[in-house]
Nanobody, 116 residues
């Protein structure tokens, strides 16, 4: 089992920045990728960004390219999502995700609210 704990959400004005953190614990050696998904009001959950834990290959949603950066610190078992130039469309609950050889795991979610 893998446990994921997010932190760093909150309220920010449009154009501002936030950084989300996700700390993984448990069967960490089984994790292949870590990433962030989000679910806005009345919307389906969507991929925001993900990173492989070995080579650091990244994937981003088109809507966040150039504004969000995902990074990892394997020594701290932590993945970060640096978000810049936020807008109202970024308002959502952001979920940390880890994918292992056999299972996928989710954090409890962190609310990000962007005020215009």
């Amino acid at each position: 089992q893998v446990q994921l704990v997010e932190s760093g959400g909150g309220l920010v004005q449009a154009g501002g920045s936030l950084r989300l953190s996700c700390v993984a614990s448990g069967s960490i050696s089984s994790i292949r990728t870590m990433g962030w998904y989000r679910q806005g009001p009345g919307k389906e959950r969507e991929l925001v960004a993900r990173v492989t834990v070995d080579g650091g290959s990244t994937t981003y949603a088109d809507s966040v390219k150039g504004r969000f950066t995902i990074s990892r610190d394997n020594a701290k078992n932590t993945v970060y999502l640096q978000m810049k130039n936020l807008n109202a469309e970024d308002t959502a609950v952001y979920y940390c995700n880890a994918v292992g050889w056999w299972n996928a795991y989710w954090g409890q979610g962190a609310q990000v609210t962007v005020s215009s």
